[in-house]
Nanobody
Framework: EVRLVESGGGLVQPGGSLRLSCAAS????????MRWVRQAPGKGLEWVST????????AYAASVKDRFTISRDNTKNTLYLQMNSLQPEDTAVYYC?????RGQGTQVTVSS
């Protein structure tokens, strides 16, 4: 059974940082491209970032480029999202996703 469990969300002030983690199990993590997506209150899913299977290639949405960094540790079956310079518009539930599954999400709230 594929399982993706996100953690690391929380409440942070504007300009602050958070690091999200996603623990993967039930599939060969190192073989797959992984993504982070988010859903803000009242809005649809928004793609945030993608990383290739080796971890040496990544892409970012324009809204997070130069602030967020995606990474992975294939020895730990874990995906990460380092988020810096957070802004209120980054408030959303963040999900990690494999090509076929999505986790339950972790809430990120940016507010003073």
């Amino acid at each position: 059974e594929v399982r993706l469990v996100e953690s690391g969300g929380g409440l942070v002030q504007p300009g602050g940082s958070l690091r999200l983690s996603c623990a993967a199990s039930g599939f060969t993590f190192s073989n797959y491209v992984m993504r982070w997506v988010r859903q803000a209150p009242g809005k649809g899913l928004e793609w945030v970032s993608t990383i290739n299977d080796s971890g040496y290639g990544a892409a970012y949405a324009a809204s997070v480029k130069d602030r967020f960094t995606i990474s992975r540790d294939n020895t730990k079956n874990t995906l990460y999202l380092q988020m810096n310079s957070l802004q209120p518009e980054d408030t959303a539930v963040y999900y990690c996703a494999s090509p076929t599954e999505r986790g339950q999400g972790t809430q990120v709230t940016v507010s003073s």
